[in-house]
C-alpha cells in the first residue's frame, strides 16, 4: 500500500537561515502532492500543491521540488523566523482514486531566534 | 467571515457512551471529510462525504457513523462500539472532492475517554 514517509525528528534551526523538510513516498509517483502546516492543538492548514510535472513550486519565502525519480519532494522555508515554528504535513491522493488523501505524520519545526 | 468550526473544542465520555462531534462549514463547499489525528501518526480518513445525502466510509470507520442532512453539517457519531476513541478529531471540507482540491481544516476536538 502506498506511504508517505516524513523525518519524525524534529529539525530545529537558527533564524535565517534555511529549512528544508523531506518527504518520501511509495509506490506509483502521484499526481501532486500537497503541504500543509500546523499549529498544536490547531488544524492543518493548506500551503502549496505541486504536481508531477512540476519541478518546483514557489510561494513567498516558500519552496517545494517534486523529484518523481527519487520519489521525494522536498519543502524549503528560506530565511526562517521563530513564526514559522509548527509541524508540517505532507500529503498525497490514494492510487484508488483522487477523492482520498494520504497524510504523512509530519515533521515538527523549531525555528531559534 | 468563511470557515469551517467543530465543537466543543474539548469533549470527555465515559465507557460505553456514544458521542457526536459537530462540523459546520458556511463556505458552501461541496465536499466534507473526518480525520483522526494520535500523536506520531498521520491523519487517518474516517468517513467522507462528496455530496449531501452521500457519505463513504474511509479507511478506520468502525465504531464511526456519520451523516450529511445539509451541504454545512457533516455531525461524527463515535460510538461504544470504538475500541480506542481518544484521539484529536479533525473535520474538513473542499470545494469539490476532485483531485488535488485545497483542504481546509477545522480547529479539531479532543476526546477524552475516561
Known amino acids: 500500500s502506498q506511504k508517505i514517509e516524513q523525518n519524525s525528528e524534529a529539525l530545529n534551526i537558527q533564524e535565517g537561515k534555511t529549512a528544508t523538510l523531506t518527504c518520501n513516498y511509495t509506490?506509483?509517483?502521484?499526481?501532486?502532492l500537497q503541504w500543509y502546516r500546523q499549529d498544536p492543538g490547531r488544524g492543518p492548514v493548506f500551503l502549496l500543491l505541486?504536481?508531477?510535472?512540476?519541478k518546483e513550486k514557489r510561494k513567498e519565502r516558500l519552496k517545494v521540488t517534486f523529484d518523481t525519480t527519487l520519489k521525494q519532494s522536498l519543502f524549503h522555508i528560506t530565511a526562517s523566523q521563530p513564526a514559522d515554528s509548527a509541524t508540517y504535513l505532507c500529503?498525497?491522493?490514494?492510487?484508488?482514486?483522487?477523492?482520498?488523501?494520504?497524510f504523512g505524520a509530519g515533521t515538527r519545526l523549531f525555528v531559534k531566534a | 467571515d468563511g470557515g469551517i468550526t467543530q465543537s466543543p473544542k474539548y469533549l470527555f465520555r465515559k465507557e460505553g457512551q456514544n458521542v457526536t462531534l459537530s462540523c459546520e462549514q458556511n463556505?458552501?463547499?461541496?465536499?466534507m471529510y473526518w480525520y483522526r489525528q494520535d500523536p506520531g501518526q498521520g491523519l487517518r480518513l474516517i468517513y467522507y462525504?462528496?455530496?449531501?445525502?452521500?457519505?463513504q466510509k474511509g479507511d478506520i470507520a468502525e465504531g464511526y457513523s456519520v451523516s450529511r442532512e445539509k451541504k454545512e453539517s457533516f455531525p461524527l457519531t463515535v460510538t461504544s462500539a470504538q475500541k480506542n476513541p481518544t484521539a484529536f478529531y479533525l473535520c474538513?471540507?473542499?470545494?469539490?472532492?476532485?483531485?488535488?482540491?485545497?483542504?481546509?481544516f477545522g480547529p479539531g476536538t479532543r476526546l477524552t475517554v475516561l
Open positions: 474538513a471540507s473542499s470545494m469539490t472532492a476532485g483531485p488535488g482540491a485545497e483542504q481546509f
Open positions: 509506490n506509483y509517483s502521484p499526481a501532486y
Open positions: 505541486i504536481r508531477e510535472n512540476e
Open positions: 500529503a498525497r491522493p490514494t492510487d484508488t482514486g483522487g477523492f482520498k488523501t494520504i
Open positions: 463556505l458552501n463547499h461541496d465536499a
Open positions: 462525504s462528496q455530496i449531501v445525502n452521500d457519505f
